[in-house]
């Protein structure tokens, strides 16, 4: 719950493992007070973006349908008020890199500890938009968030 609105944040979760994403991280978002729902796929995600707009994405980075690296650079793009949260188990340095150039607020490690997933979401929503979406969104260059995304 956000004490400036009284709503909770909006979260929409791309991660393709079933058990993860039902199991472990919705209900652990609940738990801390975002109102969390998931998607399994990259089709499920452009479809759930025509429909609602979330404050913060969580992103897998390998899908079915492709990969979350990409999706980021796109939402990043036709979407650029949305947090981007990565969750990956590829732990490489230029992944991590690549993912916060492509757009990405930031960037956790799997498997994902929980309360830390929270804590960054927490931070994060620090320095988005206003929650009620009201046109009363500081200007992007104070967000604090880059407004680039180099193509690759
Ligand atoms: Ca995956």
């Known amino acids: ?6 709503r909770s944040w909006r979260i929409l979760l791309l991660e393709d493992d079933e058990a993860l994403r039902e199991h472990v991280l919705l209900p652990a978002l609940a738990n801390y007070g975002f109102d ?6 990259i089709s499920g995600l452009q ?5 609602e707009s979330p ?9 079915p349908d492709g990969d979350g690296f990409e999706v980021a650079r796109e939402v990043r793009v036709s979407h650029p008020d949305i947090g ?3 969750l990956t188990g590829r732990g490489a340095t230029p992944d991590r ?4 150039a492509l757009g990405a607020d930031a960037y956790l490690p799997k498997p994902v500890e929980v309360d830390l997933l929270a804590a960054t979401l927490r931070s994060l929503v620090r320095r988005l938009k206003t929650p009620d979406h009201e046109a009363t969104a500081p200007p992007a260059d ?3 968030r880059p407004r680039w995304a180099p193509r690759l």
């Open 97 to 100: 890199v690549l993912g916060l």
């Open 55 to 63: 404050d913060i994405l969580i992103l897998d980075v390998g899908l």
């Open 47 to 51: 479809e759930a973006l025509r429909r």
């Open 36 to 41: 969390a729902r998931g998607v399994a796929s």
């Open 142 to 144: 104070v967000r604090g």
């Open 1 to 6: 719950m956000d004490s400036r609105s009284g």
């Open 84 to 86: 981007i949260v990565m």
